[in-house]
């Protein structure tokens, strides 16, 4: 097949979730045999730092500057509009759009990456649409207002009830719409969404990471969160974490360190470097190295949807981790048997000072996520989900 994957950003380097999973999806179609082309909304200096990487699994990449200026306008105008998200409006660009339908005819498929990219779909023939959404936005807009207070969450309770709508609207119209969590399909189901058009197929970890063997006897007396720290969740996490659960685990282990890896931290959190045990790294060129010497990986992320990358990741590596229902909702693993479930600060200080005491403890929930990833979360498993959505027919009410 000649398939054509749309992106609202570019899918490199492999620093956020959404980037992996468009990026390894393409290489792994190409490996398959199939031709993927790459149309997405650049910013300044995008091809130049990255360019080369992206024809490394893309045969060609088109490149549309994205206009903050036009963005902008496109915001006011979703003002006039309440069913109509403002993240889609944002990502409305003429040149985009344009380029599209001027060479769609050539491809077998067109693919494109969440909402953003939906509105683009709707003059292009339903049956070469593969719309992959990603999360349900809406479930983690949901979660977010739980926590929100004045006008962040009314700002968040506008966007929610656009979001939902869009969503199930989308799910409706295309046959072949996907979510990376039967969590996420069942959430939209119960608002409305087509059961029959919503397709799962989950997140892998990326097959680039190359670690030492995990050697639970010498791990480093630290603790660790890895993600990208501008994202909302994550920064909201580790200020949660910071302030209600680090404290209790000092107070029994004073010389604990606690490692908040990740890109883009905002300034509060670089200021937590100043604290006694917290260590900020920012940007590491290879992360895992670091994590996977880790007695613990944290994942208490308060709100979001879909699949913690974050959470495979420290996984796949063999580290222990303790995380919070919610962000352990997105995959198959069971609670004490390849990860540690906590409700509350307590909740996550015995855990964790369990796992700190316990060699044979941190090397069997370290072991059995290892498994549990191997089984079900590698691209070679997922590529072949991948390749039946390609080739198959409409599915029949």
């Known amino acids: ?168 609207c989308c799910s409706r119209q295309y046959k072949k719409t996907v979510l990376i969590s039967e969590k996420d399909r069942q959430w939209l189901i119960s608002h409305g969404a087509s059961a029959k058009n919503l397709h799962v197929i989950p997140l892998a970890v990326r097959d680039d990471i190359s670690v030492p063997p995990k050697d639970y006897h010498n791990d480093r007396h630290a603790i660790a969160f890895l993600g990208k720290m501008s994202y909302q969740p994550n920064a909201d996490a580790v200020r949660w974490f910071v302030r209600k659960v680090f404290p209790l685990l000092r107070k029994k282990e004073p010389e604990l360190q606690f490692y908040i890896m990740g890109i883009e931290p905002p300034k509060d959190i670089q200021d937590l470097g100043g604290h006694s045990g917290i260590s900020v790294t920012g940007f590491m060129e290879n992360p895992f190295l670091l994590l996977s010497k880790m007695k613990v990986s944290v994942v208490p992320i308060q709100n979001g949807a879909g699949t913690q990358n974050k959470l495979l ?40 000072l369990s796992l700190l005491h316990s060699e044979s403890l941190r090397e069997r929930i370290g072991r059995g996520g290892q498994r549990l990833i191997e089984n079900k979360y590698t691209w070679n498993s997922l590529t072949t989900q991948w390749l039946s959505l390609l080739s198959s027919s409409d599915r029949k009410d």
């Open 1 to 168: 097949m000649k398939i054509l994957m749309l992106s609202s950003r570019i899918p490199y380097p492999l620093t956020a979730g959404f980037r992996i999973r468009i990026y390894n999806e393409a290489k792994q179609l190409k490996q398959a045999g199939h031709q993927v082309d790459l149309l997405f909304l650049s910013r300044r200096g995008d091809m130049e730092k990255y360019g080369s990487a992206l024809y490394g699994v893309f045969t060609t990449v088109q490149a549309v500057p994205f206009s903050p200026v036009k963005a902008g306008g496109q915001l006011f105008s979703a003002l006039f509009h309440p069913g109509y998200p403002f993240q889609v409006a944002l990502y409305q660009n003429g040149g985009f759009a344009s380029t599209l339908y001027s060479v769609y005819a050539q491809y077998d498929m067109i693919i494109a990456n969440h909402i953003r990219t939906a509105e683009y779909l709707k003059q292009l023939p339903e049956d070469k649409i593969i719309l992959d959404l990603h999360d349900a936005i809406s479930y983690n807009y949901y979660n977010a207002i739980q926590l929100s207070r004045g006008l962040k969450k009314l700002l968040y309770l506008t966007e929610y009830r656009r979001v939902l709508h869009y969503e199930c």
């Open 313 to 352: 990741e420290s996984m796949m590596l063999g580290v222990p981790v303790v995380a919070s229902r919610i962000a352990a909702e997105g995959i198959a693993g069971s609670d004490g048997r390849e990860l540690l479930i906590a409700d509350s600060p307590q909740q996550y200080a015995e855990h964790i």
